[in-house]
């Protein structure tokens, strides 16, 4: 058993039962010594692990030797960061949960780790108690975004045709749909005068979105909050570090996993997770029976995953790197497909809804970039009722707003990759077994890439401004064959939604809007610390 794979509580009980075995089994004295080599034994082996850095000539904060620098993470991932960036430069090593991190924001190493040397980091980190083990049954266990070296590769490789532009594009009359009820909702608001919680509104559109792509529902989230699918899908994104049962499965995360597997029950999210299994086996089940209806969502494109090929007009850099073509097709299991549309849940619905309130919070407190949106709007989109995929590509500033709008608050202000083979580069030897963690927030925020950085300013995204800098300087979707694969539909989903909201809308700050620079929660994905309020009016009335 490697004592390190437990959690923290499980190592505490251990050492309490191996003191209470000693003293009841030896003489007190003998006990007392093989207890004072037991201790001395630990503390040498925690001050080893704190001086891991030193040791490979890595400069970095210094670590609490029984928590490394766990406990800095309260502040936020972004601010601590920045804090020790300033101290330590562009490489720097830390301790966290129990593994060396090693953090990088020099765009030359991060490179090579994210895409030169991609073979020697193709896994992300292992989060302790969060994973589900491979060969259990739940949803967790199967997650693309937990997956490893050729079981991801192969999984990747299978489900990227589903993402390409031309699969995406199909999606379009999703969106309007959804578009509709958008507007109906927000027009109440315009009537009304009373101001908005921009989260609220944007989670309900960006839910709809994600409940239609990937599990083939209508749920209706924007007008009707009461369905299970809502409540369920809540319950995940509404868990913090405070909940109870989280912090329980992290102190004890083998002790739990063992129960599961022995009494064959869910200790986290079970009721939630029964319900989106239930639902997506009925609706397999019934696309299985009707394979002539035509359905332009992910959860078909999943079905159909091992027949679909990349045409080669389609060939999309950003997501389809030679690394993942080299893995190999394999037919789903129904636990791996439904695993994903799953993950399409929970790595596309927060995202996009948050990304979406920020951008409007912007052009609200800046109304001449909201003007000059609406005016490109206007002219491209003319009188037309709907937003097609061709008005999209000629948006070109709304596309800048909306980078602009993920450089400053990039919803993952950290990505990482585990390092699984010594890896040089500039002559620094990125040791086997750390982490090498990449942080966004810091290099969206450095004023050599970005001058006066906390400025709202799309022009930095102009063609030539993009084109004279790195593309390493630009990661909200990260970066590399392990990059987000959902981009794509990302990036059209925000246009569709702002080029809506912006033709028919026009957004302005109230009594209670906060100022810029707003306070921001930093711990996990990037949020403001308390509701977003604005006020709408109807455009052209
Ligand atoms: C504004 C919206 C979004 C942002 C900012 C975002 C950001 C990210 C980031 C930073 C990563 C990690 C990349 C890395 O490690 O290099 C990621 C991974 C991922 N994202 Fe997104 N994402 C968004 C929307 C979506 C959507 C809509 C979906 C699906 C429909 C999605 C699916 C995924 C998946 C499956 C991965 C894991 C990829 C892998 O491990 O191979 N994301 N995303």
Redesign the pocket.
């Known amino acids: 058993m490697d004592l390190m794979q437990l959690g923290f509580g499980e190592q505490l009980v251990l050492l309490l039962a191996y003191c209470y075995i000693l003293f009841k089994l030896l003489n007190t004295y003998i006990a007392i010594v093989l207890l004072v080599g037991t201790f001395t034994g630990i503390y040498l082996y925690l001050k080893n692990q704190s001086e891991y850095w030193k040791r490979h000539g890595i400069d970095g904060p210094e670590g609490n030797i029984l928590f490394g620098h766990n406990l800095e993470l309260r502040k936020g991932m972004g601010v601590v960061d920045t804090e020790w960036t300033k101290k330590y430069g562009k490489v720097f090593g830390t301790l966290i949960f129990g593994q060396q991190d090693l953090v990088v924001s020099d765009l030359e190493i991060m490179r090579h780790v ?1 895409a030169k040397d991609f073979s020697n980091f193709t896994n ?1 980190r292992r989060q302790l108690g969060l994973k589900a083990p491979e060969d259990s049954n739940q949803l967790g266990a199967k997650l ?2 937990v997956l490893e070296d050729e079981h ?1 590769k192969n999984v ?1 490789n299978t489900i990227t045709p589903a993402f390409t532009t031309g699969k995406i594009k199909n999606m379009v009359p999703i969106f309007n749909d959804t578009l509709k009820i958008f507007g109906e909702v927000i027009s109440n608001y315009a009537k009304s005068g009373a101001p908005m919680d921009l989260k609220e509104v944007c989670g309900g559109f960006a839910m709809d979105v ?1 409940a239609k792509s ?1 599990f083939g529902m209508d749920v209706d989230a924007q007008r009707d909050s009461s369905s299970p699918f809502i409540k369920y899908a809540k319950e995940i994104f509404n868990i913090t570090l405070a909940n109870p049962k989280l912090i329980f499965v992290m102190l004890f995360p083998k002790t739990i996993q063992r129960l599961e597997k022995m009494l064959k029950f869910q200790f986290l999210f079970a009721e939630g997770e029964k319900f989106f299994k239930d639902v997506l086996r009925a609706m397999i089940a019934e696309r299985q029976q009707n394979p002539k209806k035509v359905n332009p969502d ?1 959860l078909q494109l999943l079905i159909n995953a091992i027949s679909e090929q990349v045409e080669k007009s389609d060939v999309d850099k950003d997501i389809i790197h030679e690394e993942i073509s080299s893995g190999k097709r394999v037919k789903l299991t129904e636990l791996e497909m439904m695993s994903q549309s799953f ?2 849940l929970l ?2 619905y927060e ?2 809804a948050t ?1 979406l309130h920020f951008a409007l919070y912007l052009l609200a407190l800046h109304p001449e970039i909201q003007d000059r949106v609406a005016d490109e709007i206007n002219t491209v989109v003319g009188e037309a009722n709907e937003i097609s995929y061709d008005h999209i590509g000629k948006l070109t500033y709304l596309e800048q707003v909306i980078n602009e709008t ?1 450089r400053m608050f ?3 202000p950290r ?1 990482d990759r585990t390092c699984t083979k010594d890896t040089t580069v500039n002559g620094m030897t990125i040791p086997k077994g750390c982490i090498v963690s990449v942080p966004v927030w810091v290099i969206h925020y450095d004023p050599e890439i970005y001058p006066d950085p906390q400025k709202f300013d799309p022009e930095r995204f102009s063609p030539e401004e993009k084109a004279s800098r790195d593309p390493l300087a630009y990661l ?5 064959p ?6 794509r ?2 990036q059209l ?2 246009r569709m939604a702002l080029a809506y909201l912006l033709k028919n809308f026009k957004f302005t700050p109230c009594e209670q809007t906060e100022k810029m620079p707003i306070k921001l929660n930093l711990v996990g994905l990037t949020k403001p610390a308390s509701p977003i309020l604005l006020t709408v009016e109807k455009r052209n009335e």
């Open positions: 994210l992300r693309l975004t991801w990747r994600i990937a992910f993950l399409f790595a596309g995202t996009t990304t993920l990039s919803p993952a990505i909200p979707f990260g970066y590399g392990r990059n987000c694969i959902g981009m539909f990302a989903e925000l």
